[in-house]
């Protein structure tokens, strides 16, 4: 099922403003097919619109075939390392409304997390 025209609009809007994270990198026709929808677009989120049962289905079926990607960066001459990491997340949002869907997205923008490594000798 597609976005409404005013969830659309909303969503448009939010994205257009400036100094925005994020920006529509596809507008994908209706469909059922959550994980084809994710690979035609190469989004790094897709906002759609599925019955809940569904939704939970197709969410399994994408984690089954697109592992959260994950690097290791080993800097600092190799004393030093950050993983990268996606991971899944289910978020539950009320009262939707744009304040709500704003917030949602730039929940979502990259945090860096900074974990202390052990140093070997050298």
Same mark, same amino acid.
């Given at each position: 099922m597609g976005l409404s025209k005013l969830v659309d609009d909303i969503v448009t809007d939010l994205l257009a403003r400036p100094g925005?994270? +994020?920006e529509i990198c596809a507008r994908l026709p209706a469909s059922d097919d959550?994980?084809?929808?994710?690979?035609?677009?190469?989004?790094?989120?897709l906002l759609c619109m599925l019955?809940?049962?569904?939704m939970r289905?197709?969410?399994e079926r994408a984690l089954d075939e697109l592992p959260p990607l994950a690097i290791v960066?080993? +800097?600092?001459?190799?004393r030093s390392a950050r993983l990268h990491a996606l991971r899944p997340q289910t978020v539950d949002v009320s009262g939707?409304?744009?304040?709500?869907l704003i917030d949602l997205l730039s929940a979502?923008?990259?945090?860096p997390e900074v974990c202390e490594t052990s140093q070997r000798p050298r």
């Open positions: 925005g994270l +994020f959550l994980l084809g929808s994710l690979r035609q677009s190469g989004a790094d989120i019955p809940e049962e569904q289905s197709n969410w960066n080993l +800097f600092d001459q190799e939707v409304d744009a304040a709500a979502r923008a990259p945090q």
